[in-house]
């Protein structure tokens, strides 16, 4: 016996009024549990290829899912001749947070990263954890002082983003642009590192 509801099965014949038979119903009934079984089947595949592609601390994009889209967004902006944009974030001091306050804290205040992330991008931008406490927003159609102003916004609501124990959040930025940094698709994702590198060196 079902207990969830998929969908409702209406039938109805209009060559003759009658009643539906018992072997009637007995059909309606196994092509509908027939069709239940197939309904839950498709929403388990999707489930799995969501998963497949999300990250589950987060929410977010995943790494796997992240190179995927990097190498696409860039074959279509060289193709087109349009910019392309990466911003890469590293949540400051989580091994001092997971030290500190355990590591549901640093759980915790990865998960607020990714939400910022997330909700302050456009529909258009990925939004991926790379790693640990790194994420990426790939910026499709976007210059580097565009990418920089973006940037520089994310660090700011980060910045007031405030998690039980530790307090408010701290995060490294760095940002990369095709053409102006980068002809691969590799080297841009290595030219927004360095720049991470750098502005955590600078503090």
């Given at each position: 016996m079902?207990?969830?509801v998929l969908g409702v099965l209406f039938l109805e014949d209009f060559s003759e009024m009658r009643e539906w038979s018992i072997d009637d119903m007995a059909l309606i009934g196994s092509l509908a549990d027939n069709l239940a079984v197939a309904i839950e089947n498709a929403d388990l595949h999707r489930e799995v290829e969501k998963q497949a592609v999300t990250d589950g601390l987060t929410g977010?994009?995943?790494?796997?899912?992240?190179?995927?889209?990097?190498?696409?967004?860039?074959?279509?902006?060289?193709?087109?001749?349009?910019?392309?944009?990466?911003?890469?974030?590293?949540?400051?001091?989580?091994?001092?947070?997971?030290?500190?306050?355990?590591?549901?804290?640093?759980?915790?205040?990865?998960?607020?990263?990714g939400r910022v992330l997330a909700q302050s991008s456009r529909s258009t931008d990925i939004t991926a954890r790379y790693g640990g406490e790194e994420f990426c927003v790939l910026l499709p159609n976007?210059?580097?002082?565009?990418?920089?102003?973006?940037?520089?916004?994310?660090?700011?609501?980060?910045?007031?983003?405030?998690?039980?124990?530790?307090?408010?959040?701290?995060?490294?930025?760095?940002?990369a642009a095709y053409p102006l940094h980068a002809d691969t698709a590799d080297s841009l994702f290595l030219k927004a590192d360095e720049a991470l590198y750098r502005a955590k060196q600078d503090g």
């Open positions: 079902r207990e969830k977010v994009s995943n790494r796997r899912s992240f190179n995927e889209a990097l190498e696409r967004e860039f074959e279509r902006a060289k193709r087109y001749s349009q910019d392309l944009s990466l911003i890469v974030v590293d949540l400051d001091f989580l091994k001092k947070i997971n030290d500190t306050y355990g590591h549901m804290a640093g759980d915790e205040a990865i998960k607020n990263i976007t210059d580097i002082d565009m990418a920089e102003q973006l940037g520089e916004r994310l660090r700011r609501l980060i910045a007031e983003t405030h998690v039980d124990g530790p307090g408010n959040l701290s995060a490294s930025l760095g940002v």
